[in-house]
């Protein structure tokens, strides 16, 4: 909860780093390198929000519009935007629809409908920002609950073959 604070009053994925480290360190209980590896990476490159919202501002649009989307638009429109997710970075309107607008023109969108749509951004950019700081952490959390999971030892196993 501290990081998402952080995240609602900043808007910055970035800003929430610190509060994701401690939040992890003290309440989670996460291993080194969760905190000190795992959580900046995921709060650099791991942008979930921009895959769901910019396909619901594309949905949106292309309804206003009355536009036809055919399942491969919507298909290339997502793979498009998830590849440019990556290049998101975690400040205030750093991700903003400018970078995705040729994937929203190529789906047949009119340019006018986008413009309009990112004028009304900044309320959504505060939900954006809790998901992606929500997203890093069960991320990082993910990630050490796979490295914790007991391994089977060869002996076990062959123990239990013989057995069988």
């Given amino acids: 909860a501290p990081a998402q604070l ?3 009053s900043t808007r910055s994925s970035i800003a929430s780093l610190p509060a994701l480290v401690e939040g992890a360190r003290t ?3 996460l291993p080194e390198s969760s905190t000190s590896f795992v959580l900046p990476l995921t709060v650099s490159l791991f942008k979930v929000n921009r895959t769901i919202s910019a396909t619901a501002k594309l949905l949106f649009l292309a309804h206003v519009y ?3 989307l055919s399942s491969g638009t919507i298909v290339t429109f997502i793979a498009s935007v998830v590849v440019l997710s990556f290049t998101s970075v975690g400040v205030p309107n750093g991700g903003s629809a400018f970078k995705t607008l040729p ?3 190529a789906a ?3 340019i006018e409908g986008i413009i309009m749509a990112e ?3 900044t309320i959504p950019d505060i939900m954006k920002t809790v998901l992606n700081v ?3 952490m069960s991320a990082a959390a993910l990630l050490s609950r796979a490295s ?3 391994a089977v030892a060869p002996a076990a196993v062959a123990t239990t073959e013989r057995a069988a």
Avoid: K
Wanted: proline residues 12%.
């Fill in 6 to 8: 952080v995240a609602v």
């Fill in 27 to 29: 309440h989670l209980d």
């Fill in 66 to 68: 009355a536009l036809p």
């Fill in 103 to 105: 994937a929203y023109l």
């Fill in 108 to 110: 047949g969108l009119p």
């Fill in 119 to 121: 004028a009304v951004e």
């Fill in 134 to 136: 929500t997203g890093d």
């Fill in 148 to 150: 914790r999971a007991p």
